[in-house]
């Protein structure tokens, strides 16, 4: 790996498309894109509205049921990720979420490297009073990402209600210092006796939130005609130029496909090792689909998909996003991925001995090869390994499997206020 690196940072620069390097040191040479280092949240009002749109049969058809039998409250004393909030009233209705009251004075600040700066926007908050009243609530979520940013010895409520749920939530890797953006204080054993329950994109968290799935009818879909679009056979979107070796993972896969006289055949929309403008998802008359993040329009056979982190279960929405546009995914990340998935739907990097034996196989895929790894959608969802698990256990359902869980916790508690010792 570190010659795989050293090989990267020499090739980076010379390379046609685009400099990883210099894009990095751009971007960190500006206060103004100080934002950039950061992760970028999905807490906006517009886009939860379109994410609350997302089709969910599941909730309309009565399929995912909850035991609720009272009301149950649960609020965030930080910002989160999308949990869905806009569906409960159809899925959950004893479930209520409803945020703290918050302003911005509760904005965090980023980390003691970046001095003074603040964080972009209004949900990347931790309530900076330790005294707001939390009383009413049976539950109260930590998003450990923002939550890092204070000393949460100071920044934690200073009470808590007998039997109320502290629940830590997570949906960046575990470490990763060049952003700051993870959830390292899961690994705090003094700050986790504080907690009640973990929830994070692991499947052995103790309320696992996956990202979430497209449809079943979504994932069925036919591909699109590639053979009219062009010869072009890869596409790729990575505008997260941070990750050195993934940069150098990726690097080493162009520079493979470049030595076979075969560059042309990949398009790079993102901002990293762009060669190609994406077009509209709307320009083709393919469905756009309820995720903001896919285009049917821009597709082709194979979707390179990279995550920035190896951690255990870090399986981001990026791979579904390639299954809706009717590519083969190619996978770069933790090797859970293989029990989420339907069988022989991926190409799996770590299957290879590195990017350029990867690059070769890609090249050699004949069209006999691509139909076989597009048979898993003829089978019954049932063979599609931990796919179900999967969707049912996403962040838009992990309120009310909070809710079920507290109702069921507290049937016996006397709900008085207690010292948090913190």
């Not at 049976?138 to 204070?150: A, E, G, H």
């Amino acid at each position: 790996m570190l010659e795989l690196l050293q090989l990267s940072q020499q090739k980076i620069s010379k390379h046609p498309h685009a400099s990883l390097v210099s894009q990095t040191q751009g971007l960190a040479s500006s206060t103004d894109a100080t934002n950039s280092l950061v992760a970028k949240s999905k807490r906006q009002t517009e886009l939860f509205s379109f994410l609350d749109g997302r089709k969910y049969p599941e909730i309309d058809e009565g399929v995912w049921t909850y035991d609720i039998p009272r009301t149950v409250k649960i609020t965030t004393w930080t910002g989160n990720f999308f949990m869905g909030e806009g569906m409960l009233k159809n899925m959950a209705p004893n479930c209520q979420y409803n945020e703290l009251d918050h302003g911005k004075r509760d904005i965090t600040f980023f980390p003691p490297s970046m001095p003074g700066h603040k964080a972009c926007c209004d949900w990347e908050y931790v309530m900076h009073d330790n005294e707001t009243d939390i009383s009413e609530y049976d539950v109260v979520l930590f998003y450990l990402p923002y939550l890092m940013r204070t000393d949460w010895k100071t920044s934690m409520p200073v009470t808590k209600k007998q039997g109320q749920l502290w629940i830590a939530t997570c949906g960046e890797p575990m470490y990763r210092e060049e952003t700051f953006m993870d959830c390292r204080l899961a690994n705090d054993t003094d700050f986790m006796q504080h907690i009640d329950g973990f929830s994070s994109y692991s499947g052995t968290s103790d309320f696992p939130a996956f990202f979430d799935t497209p449809t079943e009818e979504q994932m069925r879909l036919e591909p699109p005609n590639f053979a009219e679009r062009g010869k072009e056979l890869v596409t790729l979107s990575l505008s997260d130029c941070y990750n050195l070796e993934r940069n150098a993972f990726m690097q080493a896969f162009l520079d493979q496909f470049e030595a076979l006289n075969n560059s042309g055949l990949i398009l790079s929309y993102g901002k990293c090792l762009n060669n190609a403008e994406e077009p509209d998802k709307a320009s083709c008359g393919e469905p756009t689909g309820d995720d903001p993040w896919v285009n049917r329009c821009a597709s082709r056979p194979f979707k390179m998909v990279l995550e920035n982190s190896f951690d255990p279960w870090y399986v981001s929405e990026k791979i579904w996003g390639a299954f809706f546009e009717g590519a083969i995914p190619i996978f770069y990340g933790p090797k859970e991925a293989k029990r989420l998935v339907p069988p022989n739907s991926v190409v799996f990097a770590d299957d290879y001995e590195g990017p350029a034996s990867l690059a070769r196989a890609i090249l050699a895929f004949t069209e006999e090869d691509i139909k076989n790894f597009r048979a898993w959608k003829t089978l019954p969802k049932s063979e599609w390994n931990d796919w179900s698990e999967a969707r049912r256990n996403g962040h838009v359902t992990l309120l009310p499997r909070l809710c079920e869980a507290a109702a069921k916790a507290q049937e016996t508690v006397n709900p008085s206020l207690v010292s948090t010792g913190i």
